[in-house]
């Protein structure tokens, strides 16, 4: 089975900050990763998906790279909204979903 | 815009069968570029995915829970389903239900605020 490993567990940032989460594989997964938002009691909000596009409406201050087994989300200058859990996701055509741990982005 | 929304009950006793539903509202759920899938998320713990289900029915799912799951859909009600038997503590968590892309088009496009059910006597 392919695990995904996130790193921070917790970031600590400021208004304007460029932030960067990482999201490793276990094995190669080419760039079938994707990365999503989640605030406390909301629904996750797709941010990235094949590991670099940005999902329609998403602001372009996220950004997202990486193939194989290493991958990263940016967040080029953080807002004020920005402050939630963010979490990677590898899928494949199976279909067969499995996510990272979740990195908490939090206001220093 | 479409929308989804868990609804089942909060409290399930060990060993039954959890039920919940999620209602689409917005869209249609006969579409050839999606499934309907079902995440759960722990407390303390990442996210599970489930299983996900085809508008045809086919259905697909975690094989580590293969064998006490099981997802429909009823298409004239616009809604799709999961029953999880022999629940246990373990079973606790937050329910979503999703709409993931069909093959390799992409992740998650839209979640449903999830729902908190728990495995209790």
């Known amino acids: 089975d392919i695990q995904m490993t996130q790193s921070p567990s917790t970031l600590s940032a400021s208004v304007g900050d460029r932030v960067t989460i990482t999201c490793r594989a276990s094995?190669?997964?080419?760039?079938?990763l994707a990365w999503y938002q989640h605030k406390p009691g909301k629904a996750p909000k797709l941010l990235i998906y094949?590991?670099?596009s940005l999902e329609s409406g998403v602001p372009s201050r996220f950004s997202g790279s990486g193939s194989g087994t290493e991958f990263t989300l940016t967040i080029s200058s953080l807002q004020p909204d920005d402050f939630a859990t963010y979490f990677c996701q590898h899928y494949n055509s199976s279909p067969m979903y499995t996510f990272g741990q979740g990195t908490k982005l939090e206001i220093k | 815009q479409l929308q989804l929304q868990e609804s089942g009950p909060g409290l399930v006793k060990p060993s039954e069968t959890l039920s919940l539903t999620c209602a689409v509202s917005g869209g249609s759920i006969i579409s050839t570029d999606y499934y309907w899938g079902w995440i759960r998320q722990p407390p303390g713990k990442g996210l599970e995915w489930i299983g996900n289900i085809y508008y045809t029915g086919s259905t697909y799912y975690n094989p580590s829970l293969k064998s006490r799951v099981s997802i429909s859909v009823d298409t004239s009600k616009n809604q799709f389903s999961l029953n999880l038997s022999s629940v246990t503590a373990a079973d606790t968590a937050v329910y979503y239900c999703?709409?993931?892309?069909?093959?390799?088009?992409?992740?998650?496009?839209?979640w449903g605020q999830g729902t908190t059910v728990t495995v209790s006597s």
């Open positions: 094995q190669s997964i080419s760039t079938w």
């Open positions: 094949k590991a670099s």
């Open positions: 999703a709409r993931p892309y069909y093959g390799l088009l992409g992740g998650m496009d839209v």
